[in-house]
């Protein structure tokens, strides 16, 4: 199966972005939501960060160029009826999107691939209404979506092997990294790793081990940098299996097991320290900090995105 079109559904934080993915690729795009004026918005954020893109040499064509590949649509008939593949991105409601699958199946062509950018539903919660489970996948991407390659691919119990080779193959032409999940549970794998890890963190600063600081100069300073070369069983295999197997049995009784976000956590969103939308949260946000940050990991995203991209000039 060829993907010559694709429709995007939620034109918000991640639509926006998977979009501008596929446009930059050369694909044509449709995308929809529920106003003119979201819309509107989410144009002029692809615009911005097409600009990026071309100034960082991460694509040769203009912003104009790629832009002009996105065509955005006042419904979901219009945007879905000539697509070979449909990525939902709407909000995280289990009930909104069951409808949304079951419109799908009905407005889109039969071969349409019906993919979903959920976090925590499995394809067969989505398929429930849509007379067409076996084309239903979830696409899980990263934020933002046009810089962190990885795309995790889970089918469900019902999906078409030809869907998630389709977009294997798809997603490695466009230059993501997809990686097929290959039962659906609870988080993926990239959440349950960062959830994980969160936990453990949480946990720490409860106990007054550590700061919350300290614990990111830990990450950061320390296991973070060998992270995005050696990952996670690589790099244990540098440490030695026997040495890191005797350390889980010391280690592993004392790990955290909670099953709930626990007391700091808890006590932080009852204050309405939400993060940097709310100007702090384990850290303050005061005087435009929160747009700094927001600018240092985009340009550190962008660094590790022109990196990827060396080889393959070659
Ligand atoms: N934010 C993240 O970091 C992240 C990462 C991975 C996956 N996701 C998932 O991606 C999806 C979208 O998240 P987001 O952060 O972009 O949310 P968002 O709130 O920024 O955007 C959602 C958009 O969907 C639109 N929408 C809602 N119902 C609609 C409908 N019936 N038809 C058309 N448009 C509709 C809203 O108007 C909104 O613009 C969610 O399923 C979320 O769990 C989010």
Known sequence: M?????????????????????????IEVTITDRSAEI???????????????????????????ITARITACSGVPDAVCDADLVVEAISEDLERKQELFGRLAYYSPEHAILASNTSSFTPDDLALRTARAENVVVTHYFNPAHLVPLVELVPGSETAPVMVET??????QIGKQPVVVRRAVPGFIGNRLQFAMLREALALVEAGVATPEDVDTAVRAGFGRRLPETGIFRTFDLGGLDTIHTICGILFPHLDVRTDAGSALTALVEQGRLGAKSGAGWYDYADGEADAVRARLAAALVRAAAQDQEPRAK
């Open 39 to 65: 819309l509107d918005r989410s144009r002029a954020t692809q615009h911005t960060n097409a600009t990026v893109l071309h100034a960082a040499q991460l694509t040769r064509d203009p912003p104009e160029v």
């Open 2 to 26: 060829h993907v010559r079109r694709v429709a995007v559904i939620g034109a918000g934080l991640m639509g926006t972005n998977i979009a501008l993915d596929f446009a930059r690729a050369g």
């Open 167 to 172: 977009l294997r193959a798809l997603y490695q």
